[in-house]
C-alpha cells in the first residue's frame, strides 16, 4: 500500500535547506535525520546527495511507513535504509553500527518548537555522545532571537503551539545556543531562511 505523506511546508523548503546543505563539505559517510516526519526531506537529500547514507527516523509508526513508501516509489531501496524509531528523548538512540561509524552530521528539521523542551536537551546530550570532533549538528525552524519573534507570523504561530500543547513553542535561539555549549557545540553559522526560518550549524568540539 502506499502510505506517503505530503507536507507543503516541506515541499516550499527542501531545496532551500538542500542548497545550505550543499556548501557543507560532505564526505562518503552517513547523515542521521532527527523527526524525519513525512519523509519527503530525507528523500529529496538522499537523491541530492548519493555519496551520502541518508537514515531517517521517527517515534510515529505513521510517519515511519510514510518514509518506507517514499523509499519505495523512488527506487531508492538499494540505497537508503528504512527508518528507525527513534524517540529523542529515549537514550541511547538505537542506530546500526554502520550509520554511527560513518556519522558525519545529525539534522533536525522543524522539531524543537513541536515538542518539549526536554527533547532540545536530549537532542545535544545524544549527539554530542556520537558525533565526533567537527561533526555537525543542523537545526532548522522558527526561532526567537533575545526572546523576541522575528515576525508577527511566528508569534501566532508560537500561540497555536501553545494552544495544542503548553510545553511546545518557538524557541529562544540563545537558549538553544546556552544547550549547545553545554554539551559540546561551537556555533558555526546563523543563516536566515525563506518564511522567518533559520538554520543553525553546530560543530562538535572537545569538552
Not at 538542500?18 to 557543507?24: P, R, Y
Not at 529523542?88 to 550509520?99: A, E, F, G, H, Y
Not at 523542551?117 to 526561532?143: A, D, M, N
Request: aromatic letters at 8%.
Amino acid at each position: 500500500m502506499d502510505h506517503r505523506l505530503f507536507f507543503p511546508a516541506t515541499q516550499r523548503n527542501k531545496k532551500y535547506i538542500g542548497d545550505i546543505l550543499s556548501k557543507i563539505p560532505l564526505t562518503k559517510g552517513s547523515i542521521l535525520e532527527i523527526g524525519s516526519g513525512s519523509g519527503e526531506h530525507g528523500i529529496e537529500f538522499q537523491k541530492r546527495f548519493p555519496e551520502i547514507i541518508w537514515q531517517t527516523s521517527d517515534p510515529e509508526m505513521e510517519y515511519r511507513k510514510s518514509i518506507s513508501s517514499w523509499i519505495d516509489h523512488e527506487r531508492l531501496n538499494n540505497k537508503m535504509p528504512e527508518p528507525l524509531k527513534i524517540d529523542v528523548k529515549d537514550t541511547p538512540w538505537q542506530i546500526p553500527s554502520n550509520i554511527l561509524d560513518s556519522l558525519q552530521g545529525i539534522i533536525s528539521i522543524n522539531m524543537i518548537h513541536i515538542a518539549p523542551w526536554q527533547c532540545t536537551e536530549s537532542l545535544f546530550k545524544e549527539s554530542s555522545k556520537i558525533l565526533k570532533e567537527r561533526r555537525f549538528l543542523l537545526l532548522y525552524g522558527p526561532f526567537k532571537i533575545k526572546d523576541k519573534h522575528t515576525s508577527e507570523s511566528n508569534k501566532l504561530f508560537d500561540k497555536s503551539l501553545k494552544k495544542q500543547n503548553n510545553d511546545w513553542g518557538v524557541r529562544n535561539l540563545e537558549n538553544v545556543n546556552e544547550e549547545a555549549m553545554i554539551n559540546g557545540f561551537n556555533q558555526e553559522q546563523i543563516i536566515e531562511m525563506p518564511s522567518n526560518n533559520i538554520i543553525l550549524i553546530y560543530r562538535k568540539v572537545s569538552l
